[in-house]
Nanobody
Framework: VHVEESGGGSVQPGGSLELSCRVSGLTLNHYVVGWFRQAPGKEREGVGCISGYGSTRYPSSLKRQFTIAQDNTKTTLRINSTKPEDTATFYC?????????????????????WGPGAQVTVSS
């Protein structure tokens, strides 16, 4: 299984940025994708996930800032209203679907396959 992010970079405060994740080696529509971020000196935290059915889930504190979408080739994470504290390495992770196929998790321990990460820097 191979997972790879793309689209990282620099953005000004109040802007938006979209990251993409491509997963190979898992059956389309039968795997879960999670997005995580890790700021310097902090724990890695989940910012959203999407099930094979297309159901999304976000932490309540971040629900309006991140949007996940998926098509047949990639999963995207859109970051809106960027703030300097959003500066972090963003990771895409994948796993096979749960017994409840509409479910996805926001915990790092649930994911088997990880991309190398994409740096996002928010500054003026």
């Amino acid at each position: 299984v191979h997972v790879e992010e793309s689209g990282g970079g620099s953005v000004q405060p109040g802007g938006s940025l979209e990251l993409s994740c491509r997963v190979s080696g898992l059956t389309l529509n039968h795997y879960v994708v999670g997005w995580f971020r890790q700021a310097p000196g902090k724990e890695r935290e989940g910012v959203g996930c999407i099930s094979g059915y297309g159901s999304t889930r976000y932490p309540s504190s971040l629900k309006r800032q991140f949007t996940i979408a998926q098509d047949n080739t990639k999963t995207t994470l859109r970051i809106n209203s960027t703030k300097p504290e959003d500066t972090a390495t963003f990771y895409c992770a994948a796993r096979t679907e749960y017994s409840s196929p509409g479910y996805c998790a926001l915990e790092t321990a649930d994911y088997m396959y990880w991309g190398p990460g994409a740096q996002v820097t928010v500054s003026s």
